[in-house]
């Protein structure tokens, strides 16, 4: 099949090039999102994807609005049989759902209908699901509520963060893109609908959302610093200053199970602090303006003093933060 593929970060590389290795398939051009700013000098970058593209010779349109005037015809002329998507990062107006004759196919990072939305593999890992996994479906206008043509599964352990479960789910996931690809083209598999029950959200997780809060129990703040690693990253504020946050870990309760939320106490070899019930110990962190350092190498130079603590932010612990479970 002709394909023109649609996708921006890191995670759809492995797909791309698993279409673009295909003998059955020919990526004619790659849909990405505009060059963007990125690191210190916010210069502007190509995409990971666009990238990938070009070191392939593969045209890359990169329109400011996917909805942008005259673009459908644009992507028309290309004349793709089918568009896969991976993590693409917009939504598709109607008119683009209409030019390819078999659709745009859709690569989600969860078992659908659980956690549609912008940050699945972040809301699994949060919210302390055992599996998690991948999906391709038919893309429609309703977010994520397509008929699916197959799924993969992948369990979630213990110390794994959003980073290294999406790494995994990035390279099964293209086995099962292209496996699905195949199947359409050679009009052997049928999409089937989703169930109408287990339907969950997965909003896109913001910097702000990414602030700990340690009134909220140790299980909850080991599972948020989780989610949010590498992206955005966990944060949070020692005295006035913001304090980024590698994985914590929850430690056996001890005397050092008296520790008020965000309450610090340094130790020869460890750091720990605070939270609604036992302590977590901190990994690494990353003050302003500095480089990511040992927990307990920062608190040699900070030299937190007794009763010194990490701050909470105003508003108040959500549901899933305080219940230890799973509200």
């Known amino acids: 099949m002709r394909i023109v593929f649609a996708g921006t970060p890191e995670p759809a590389l492995p797909s791309l090039l698993a279409l673009i290795d295909s003998p059955r398939h020919e990526v ?39 909805s942008a005037p005259d673009f459908a015809e644009s992507l028309a002329a290309y004349r793709p049989d089918c568009c896969p998507v991976v993590a693409y990062g917009a939504l598709l107006p109607q008119p683009l759902l209409d030019v390819p004759a078999k659709g745009w196919v859709n690569l989600h990072f969860s078992v659908l209908p659980a956690w549609r939305g912008a940050a699945p593999v972040q809301a699994a890992v949060r919210h302390g699901d055992e599996v998690t996994g991948a999906s391709v479906f038919q893309l429609e206008k309703g977010m994520d509520t397509g008929p699916v043509f197959g799924v993969v599964t ?104 008296t520790l008020s939320p965000g309450e610090l106490r340094v130790e020869k070899r460890r750091v720990l602090v605070g939270t609604a019930t036992g302590p ?35 508003k108040q612990p959500a549901e899933d933060q305080i219940d230890e479970v799973r509200g």
Request: glycine letters at 8%.
């Open 28 to 66: 004619v051009a790659v849909l990405t999102r505009p060059d963007a700013p990125t690191g210190r000098g916010r210069r502007l970058a190509a995409s990971p994807v666009a990238e990938l593209a070009a070191a392939h010779d593969i045209p890359v349109l990169r329109p400011p609005r996917p």
């Open 280 to 314: 977590v110990q901190l990994d690494t962190v990353r003050p302003a303006a500095k480089k990511v350092m040992a927990a307990p190498d920062w608190a040699r130079g900070a030299r937190p003093e007794p009763g010194d603590r990490l701050e909470s932010p105003v």
């Open 154 to 257: 992948e369990s979630i352990g213990p110390r794994d963060t959003s980073g290294d479960l999406l790494a995994r789910l990035a390279r099964s996931g293209s086995e099962l893109l292209l496996a699905a690809l195949d199947g359409i083209e050679d009009g052997t598999l049928r999409a089937v609908p989703q169930p109408v029950d287990g339907v969950s959200y997965a909003p896109k997780v913001t910097v702000a959302d990414a602030e700990v809060d340690w009134r909220s129990t140790a299980v909850a703040v080991d599972r948020l610093v989780r989610s949010v690693t590498p992206e955005p990253g966990a944060w949070t504020t020692f005295r006035g200053e913001r304090l980024g946050l590698g994985p914590v870990h929850p430690v056996e309760p001890d005397g050092a199970a």
